[in-house]
Protein backbone atom coordinates (compact mmCIF):
# COMPACT_ATOMS: atom_id res chain seq x y z
CA UNK A 1 0.00 0.00 0.00
CA UNK A 2 1.25 3.69 -0.93
CA UNK A 3 0.12 6.67 -0.12
CA UNK A 4 0.48 10.52 -1.04
CA UNK A 5 -0.16 13.41 2.15
CA UNK A 6 -0.20 16.57 1.14
CA UNK A 7 0.77 19.87 3.01
CA UNK A 8 1.24 23.65 3.00
CA UNK A 9 -2.21 25.01 1.82
CA UNK A 10 -3.78 27.48 3.36
CA UNK A 11 -4.73 31.23 3.21
CA UNK A 12 -3.76 33.63 1.21
CA UNK A 13 -3.62 37.44 0.50
CA UNK A 14 -3.70 38.23 -3.49
CA UNK A 15 0.03 38.79 -4.39
CA UNK A 16 1.50 35.86 -1.65
CA UNK A 17 3.29 32.99 -2.28
CA UNK A 18 2.30 29.37 -0.70
CA UNK A 19 4.91 25.98 -1.10
CA UNK A 20 2.42 22.65 -1.24
CA UNK A 21 4.43 19.66 -0.10
CA UNK A 22 3.62 15.73 -1.51
CA UNK A 23 5.11 12.89 0.09
CA UNK A 24 4.79 9.38 -1.01
CA UNK A 25 4.63 6.10 1.79
CA UNK A 26 4.59 2.99 2.00
CA UNK A 27 5.77 -0.12 0.05
CA UNK A 28 7.48 2.24 -3.15
CA UNK A 29 9.66 0.41 -5.98
CA UNK A 30 9.16 2.82 -8.55
CA UNK A 31 7.53 6.49 -8.85
CA UNK A 32 7.39 7.63 -12.33
CA UNK A 33 4.95 10.83 -13.00
CA UNK A 34 3.78 12.99 -10.14
CA UNK A 35 1.74 15.97 -10.71
CA UNK A 36 -0.37 18.39 -9.06
CA UNK A 37 -3.83 19.18 -10.26
CA UNK A 38 -6.22 21.59 -8.53
CA UNK A 39 -10.24 21.69 -8.52
CA UNK A 40 -12.03 25.06 -8.19
CA UNK A 41 -15.61 25.71 -6.90
CA UNK A 42 -18.09 24.53 -9.61
CA UNK A 43 -15.47 23.62 -11.68
CA UNK A 44 -13.77 20.13 -12.56
CA UNK A 45 -10.51 19.37 -12.07
CA UNK A 46 -7.54 20.27 -14.46
CA UNK A 47 -3.56 19.70 -14.49
CA UNK A 48 -1.56 22.38 -12.94
CA UNK A 49 1.91 20.59 -13.12
CA UNK A 50 3.30 17.38 -13.57
CA UNK A 51 6.81 16.21 -13.27
CA UNK A 52 8.48 13.02 -14.27
CA UNK A 53 10.97 10.65 -12.68
CA UNK A 54 13.46 12.10 -15.32
CA UNK A 55 13.05 15.81 -14.11
CA UNK A 56 10.66 16.70 -17.23
CA UNK A 57 7.77 19.02 -16.64
CA UNK A 58 4.35 20.08 -17.54
CA UNK A 59 2.22 23.24 -16.73
CA UNK A 60 -1.62 24.72 -17.38
CA UNK A 61 -0.50 26.93 -19.98
CA UNK A 62 -2.20 29.87 -18.16
CA UNK A 63 0.25 28.80 -15.17
CA UNK A 64 3.67 28.90 -16.47
CA UNK A 65 6.05 31.94 -14.72
CA UNK A 66 3.80 31.81 -11.69
CA UNK A 67 3.98 28.04 -10.75
CA UNK A 68 7.01 25.66 -10.28
CA UNK A 69 6.97 21.62 -9.82
CA UNK A 70 9.75 20.53 -8.05
CA UNK A 71 10.38 16.55 -7.33
CA UNK A 72 12.96 14.87 -4.32
CA UNK A 73 13.22 11.54 -5.66
CA UNK A 74 15.50 11.17 -2.55
CA UNK A 75 12.42 11.94 -0.80
CA UNK A 76 9.88 10.41 -2.72
CA UNK A 77 8.69 14.00 -2.24
CA UNK A 78 7.03 16.62 -4.76
CA UNK A 79 6.38 20.09 -4.42
CA UNK A 80 4.55 23.05 -5.80
CA UNK A 81 5.60 26.80 -5.67
CA UNK A 82 2.99 29.51 -6.18
CA UNK A 83 4.03 32.61 -6.42
CA UNK A 84 1.93 35.64 -7.35
CA UNK A 85 -1.42 34.38 -6.13
CA UNK A 86 -4.48 35.49 -7.40
CA UNK A 87 -8.21 34.50 -6.22
CA UNK A 88 -8.98 32.33 -9.19
CA UNK A 89 -6.11 30.17 -7.65
CA UNK A 90 -8.47 28.91 -4.64
CA UNK A 91 -8.86 25.46 -4.76
CA UNK A 92 -8.18 22.42 -3.55
CA UNK A 93 -5.32 20.97 -4.77
CA UNK A 94 -4.76 17.30 -5.19
CA UNK A 95 -1.07 15.31 -5.92
CA UNK A 96 -1.30 12.81 -7.87
CA UNK A 97 1.38 10.08 -8.71
CA UNK A 98 1.83 6.99 -10.70
CA UNK A 99 3.63 4.08 -9.24
CA UNK A 100 5.45 0.72 -10.45
CA UNK A 101 5.90 -2.08 -9.37
CA UNK A 102 6.76 -5.85 -10.67
CA UNK A 103 3.72 -8.60 -9.84
CA UNK A 104 4.18 -11.63 -11.13
CA UNK A 105 6.74 -10.90 -13.76
CA UNK A 106 5.12 -7.97 -14.94
CA UNK A 107 5.70 -4.24 -14.62
CA UNK A 108 2.75 -2.56 -13.72
CA UNK A 109 1.30 1.12 -13.20
CA UNK A 110 -0.86 2.03 -10.72
CA UNK A 111 -2.20 5.83 -10.07
CA UNK A 112 -2.66 7.05 -6.29
CA UNK A 113 -4.72 10.48 -5.55
CA UNK A 114 -3.91 12.36 -2.06
CA UNK A 115 -6.90 13.58 -0.10
CA UNK A 116 -6.76 17.44 -1.56
CA UNK A 117 -5.26 20.48 0.70
CA UNK A 118 -7.45 23.72 0.05
CA UNK A 119 -5.67 27.04 -0.77
CA UNK A 120 -7.56 29.94 -0.57
CA UNK A 121 -6.64 33.59 -1.74
CA UNK A 122 -8.40 36.41 -0.62
CA UNK A 123 -8.95 39.61 -3.11
Known amino acids: QVQLVESGGGLVQAGGSLRLSCAAS????????MGWYRRAPGKQRELVAAITSDGDTNYAEILKGRFTIVRDNAKNTVYLQMNSLKPEDTAVYYC?????????????????WGQGTLVTVSS
Open 26 to 33: GSIFSINA
Open 96 to 112: NAEFGMWSVGTYRTFEV
